[in-house]
């Protein structure tokens, strides 16, 4: 199975390391990538000193994440969770009794971890692309328009099953029988789930999904089809879509620059990207080559 292009980002305000540390001890299939530290750059910005963790990349049951400690602005809530599927009911006891350790436990599978990263234990078969973790994205009602949207932004994408809400339980959930409930679908070898759960639950950039780029033709054209029909461009390659989900597009060697031996040349990069909105990957590479 091919490595999925798409991270997801998780925000903390400086457990990042932490945080990585332990889910990759819950899981048996994981590990640790790499750990990228603030350059002397942006201070005044992001509040964080000089060499502390700026993000760790870890990957779990076959799909990448970045722990990013971005300060205390944002928490996660459920409007993105994670599922985590199970061949067996000891396996649904396992991830409920390691993830709740410290956290919280809920209804109907639902859990929060001790950092508040919403989980889904599931009890059944593996979703799409046959991982074991798969992100839910909860939505009022647009679930279905949310991930025919993005299967039409991302070249290597599939839309899965949809499943309907029934009589059973309208007086807990509020929705007519035949509406649609879930939605499973594939962008870039990452499986998803869009959920129709109601308007509780809203996106912020505490969980952001990152597109890494090899050209500005690339970093072009994933902006341009995300920001489109009420998006919104944010700084340092971030945006949010029509439904209010964060993205990150950005050059795919940010990571080897931030992570990377020569400090003062990341702290170059880092100082030019910090004053763009949508990335200019020719200026940052000049920035770090110290033209």
């Given at each position: ?231 919104q461009e944010s700084q340092c390659g971030w945006l949010k879509d029509k439904y209010g989900l964060s993205w990150q597009v950005f050059p795919a060697f940010m990571g080897d620059i931030l992570a990377g031996p020569?400090?003062?040349a990341a702290a170059r990069a880092m100082e030019a990207f910090m004053t763009m909105k949508k990335f200019d990957l020719a200026a ?8």
């Open positions: 199975m091919a490595k999925p292009k798409l991270a997801t980002c998780l925000w903390f305000d400086q457990q990042a390391e932490e945080a990585a540390t332990f889910y990759c001890s819950v899981f048996k299939n994981a590990k640790r990538g790499r750990t990228a530290y603030y350059p002397n750059a942006g201070g005044d910005t992001h509040g964080k000193p000089e060499d502390s963790v700026l993000t760790v990349e870890f990957e779990l049951e076959g799909l990448p994440f970045t722990a990013l400690n971005g300060g205390p602005m944002f928490k996660f809530n459920e409007a993105v969770s994670l599922q985590v599927h199970c061949r067996t009911q000891e396996e649904v006891d396992y991830y409920r009794q390691a993830l709740t350790a410290g956290g919280q436990d809920g209804r109907g599978g639902w859990l929060k971890d001790r950092f508040g990263l919403s989980w889904q234990i599931v009890r059944g078969p593996m979703a799409l692309a046959g991982h074991r973790i798969v992100p839910c994205l909860w939505f009022d009602t647009q679930g279905e328009d949310a991930a025919r949207f993005y299967c039409s932004v991302f070249k290597t994408s599939k839309l899965g099953g949809i499943s309907r809400y029934s009589e059973a339980g309208k007086d807990m959930h509020g929705k007519e029988a035949g509406a649609v409930m879930v939605v499973e679908f594939e962008l870039e070898g990452t499986p998803f789930i869009a959920l129709n759960g109601g308007p509780q639950f809203k996106f912020n950039e505490a969980i952001s999904l990152q597109i890494p780029c090899e050209t500005q033709d690339e970093i072009d054209y994933y902006w341009n089809a995300l920001t489109a029909d009420g998006g020569d400090r003062a940052v590479k000049s920035a770090y080559d110290g033209k």
